[in-house]
């Protein structure tokens, strides 16, 4: 079954009980220290004006409550389903992990439902902290980040005698590390033969005109930073999408976007699209947080480095270069061979088209926006490693900050600070062109972000 990865597949049936689940689900609640998701209080008031919204939303089975059950040495992580789904799951490690993939659903939950939990519960049980989300169309997933290494006994749905309705219940045992390793290894070896299905895309023609590429960061499954109802893969989406539609005006440039809707896009294939699409630009958007300092604020434009600036750029680096870890993807999945590959004058050419995009940005944002106190940081961002194609990651801010918040979900900053954006992408080029013309002097040269087609 090339393709599929199946240690445990389960048909599940079902049961309602609803009522029931939702009064015993809100007298357990307290105890487990989870938030209670949205849809909980949902169904207990059972709104006739909310039905239109339901109907739309049954197109996919949906989630419509979570919670943690803990019993000696194993830990339940139970969804509740509109109806029973088949379910794969399997480990991985570098983080440790388990995957439960599934078909599209709808999680009618409240985002922050998985983080680690507060208090006395965060060090007891096997999960540190769980997301959900869609990963690719058609599929959706569950990734648990383990606080130990763990089996799975089950993945499945569990069949109640009812309406439909069923419990996905993942269930989970601690063990050692050698047969966690064993585990991850049969892993590995499926995905590895499941990627090399996936790597025959052809890089597309050049176009005539400099592509910019606009990255929103995040996205589906990894929904980045999340601070009091703040998403950061939904702001900077709307923030990237206000970019792009900016410069799309200006008939110079053709805009593309690494994604168009709140799908997962892996690190590696973001920088693929970047060379493969003969970008002359690469603008990732992202939005940082940082719990303990709440007074810190401003955006920060970073390019690639082997070296980080300062601590705080590592940090961020290290975030930002989670995602892929967040969607429940191997290290082996990672497509990326650019390190090989790399001539060193193309790379330090691009970096210091790089560095010089970045000042610009820098100088055009604090027309319109905050910036950090030191808001020009490098360090080894995976997103920005396309050699030949100058990049920089743009921290709108901070979520953790109350002004910075406030900012970022507010319509009117995000026009006005997209506009900026915008400009400074254009006054790049601009002078940009004025180099090129010098450097075209040189036949042995090639233009940063003129790389030919297919050429290094
Ligand atoms: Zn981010």
Same mark, same amino acid.
């Given at each position: 079954?090339?393709?599929?990865?199946?240690?445990?597949?389960?048909?599940?049936?079902?049961?309602?009980? #609803?009522? +029931?689940?939702?009064?015993? @689900?809100? %007298? !357990?609640?307290?105890?487990?220290?989870?938030?209670?998701? $949205?849809? /909980?209080?949902?169904?207990?008031?059972?709104?006739?004006?909310?039905?239109?919204?339901?109907?739309?939303?049954?197109?996919?089975?949906?989630?419509?409550?979570?919670?943690?059950?803990?019993?000696?040495?194993?830990?339940?992580?139970?969804?509740?389903?509109?109806?029973?789904?088949?379910?794969?799951?399997?480990?991985?490690?570098?983080?440790?992990?388990?995957?439960?993939?599934?078909?599209?659903?709808?999680?009618?939950?409240?985002?922050?439902?998985?983080?680690?939990?507060?208090?006395?519960?965060?060090?007891?049980?096997?999960?540190?902290?769980?997301?959900?989300?869609?990963?690719?169309?058609?599929?959706?997933?569950?990734?648990?980040? #383990?606080? +130990?290494?763990?089996?799975? @006994?089950? %993945? !499945?749905?569990?069949?109640?005698?009812?309406?439909?309705? $069923?419990? /996905?219940?993942?269930?989970?045992?601690?063990?050692?590390?050698?047969?966690?390793?064993?585990?991850?290894?049969?892993?590995?070896?499926?995905?590895?033969?499941?990627?090399?299905?996936?790597?025959?895309?052809?890089?597309?023609?050049?176009?005539?005109?400099?592509?910019?590429?606009?990255?929103?960061?995040?996205?589906?499954?990894?929904?980045?930073?999340?601070?009091?109802?703040?998403?950061?893969?939904?702001?900077?989406?709307?923030?990237?999408?206000?970019?792009?539609?900016?410069?799309?005006?200006?008939?110079?440039?053709?805009?593309?976007?690494?994604?168009?809707?709140?799908?997962?896009?892996?690190?590696?294939?973001?920088?693929?699209?970047?060379?493969?699409?003969?970008?002359? @630009?690469?603008?990732?958007?992202?939005?940082?947080?940082?719990?303990?300092?709440?007074?810190?604020?401003?955006?920060?434009?970073?390019?690639?480095?082997?070296?980080?600036?300062?601590?705080?750029?590592?940090?961020?680096?290290?975030?930002?270069?989670?995602?892929?870890?967040?969607?429940?993807?191997?290290?082996?999945?990672?497509?990326?061979?650019?390190?090989?590959?790399?001539?060193?004058?193309?790379?330090?050419?691009?970096?210091?088209?790089?560095?010089?995009?970045?000042?610009?940005?820098?100088?055009?944002?604090?027309?319109?926006?905050?910036?950090?106190?030191?808001?020009?940081?490098?360090?080894?961002?995976?997103?920005?490693?396309?050699?030949?194609?100058?990049?920089?990651?743009?921290?709108?801010?901070?979520?953790?900050?109350?002004?910075?918040?406030?900012?970022?979900?507010?319509?009117?900053?995000?026009?006005?600070?997209?506009?900026?954006?915008?400009?400074?992408?254009?006054?790049?080029?601009?002078?940009?062109?004025?180099?090129?013309?010098?450097?075209?002097?040189?036949?042995?040269?090639?233009?940063?972000?003129?790389?030919?087609?297919?050429?290094?």
């Amino acid at each position: 079954m090339p393709g599929c990865i199946f240690f445990y597949r389960a048909a599940c049936s079902t049961t309602a009980k #609803l009522l +029931a689940l939702v009064v015993a @689900l809100a %007298a !357990a609640w307290p105890a487990l220290e989870i938030p209670i998701p $949205a849809a /909980l209080f949902f169904s207990l008031s059972l709104p006739a004006e909310a039905a239109p919204e339901l109907s739309e939303a049954t197109e996919h089975p949906a989630a419509n409550a979570v919670r943690l059950e803990q019993s000696g040495e194993r830990t339940k992580l139970i969804f509740e389903l509109s109806t029973s789904v088949e379910s794969a799951s399997f480990v991985l490690a570098d983080p440790d992990r388990v995957i439960v993939d599934l078909p599209q659903m709808d999680f009618l939950l409240d985002p922050e439902s998985g983080k680690p939990a507060k208090g006395p519960h965060r060090k007891t049980g096997l999960i540190a902290a769980f997301r959900f989300g869609q990963l690719a169309p058609g599929k959706s997933r569950i990734v648990i980040d #383990l606080r +130990a290494p763990a089996r799975v @006994l089950r %993945a !499945a749905c569990e069949k109640s005698d009812g309406d439909g309705h $069923a419990s /996905l219940v993942i269930e989970l045992a601690k063990t050692d590390r050698a047969d966690f390793r064993a585990a991850v290894q049969i892993a590995r070896m499926q995905l590895s033969s499941a990627t090399q299905t996936k790597k025959d895309q052809k890089p597309q023609p050049a176009s005539i005109k400099p592509v910019v590429m606009i990255d929103p960061g995040h996205g589906g499954i990894d929904r980045g930073a999340m601070v009091k109802g703040l998403v950061e893969k939904d702001l900077v989406f709307d923030f990237a999408k206000a970019v792009a539609a900016k410069l799309e005006t200006d008939a110079r440039f053709k805009v593309v976007m690494t994604r168009d809707d709140d799908s997962f896009v892996p690190l590696s294939e973001r920088v693929r699209m970047a060379r493969d699409g003969h970008a002359a @630009l690469f603008v990732s958007i992202h939005a940082d947080t940082l719990s303990e300092a709440s007074d810190v604020s401003g955006a920060t434009v970073y390019t690639v480095s082997d070296r980080a600036s300062d601590a705080e750029a590592a940090r961020v680096a290290q975030t930002e270069n989670q995602a892929d870890a967040a969607a429940g993807l191997d290290k082996t999945e990672d497509a990326s061979d650019v390190s090989d590959i790399l001539f060193d004058l193309t790379r330090r050419e691009t970096r210091a088209y790089s560095h010089f995009f970045a000042h610009t940005l820098t100088n055009y944002w604090r027309v319109a926006g905050r910036l950090n106190k030191n808001p020009q940081r490098s360090a080894g961002f995976r997103v920005l490693k396309a050699p030949d194609v100058p990049s920089v990651l743009l921290e709108l801010g901070y979520l953790s900050n109350q002004t910075d918040g406030q900012a970022l979900s507010s319509a009117q900053w995000r026009d006005k600070a997209s506009s900026q954006v915008a400009e400074a992408i254009e006054a790049f080029f601009a002078s940009r062109e004025s180099t090129t013309t010098l450097i075209k002097t040189d036949p042995d040269q090639v233009p940063v972000g003129k790389i030919p087609p297919g050429g290094e």
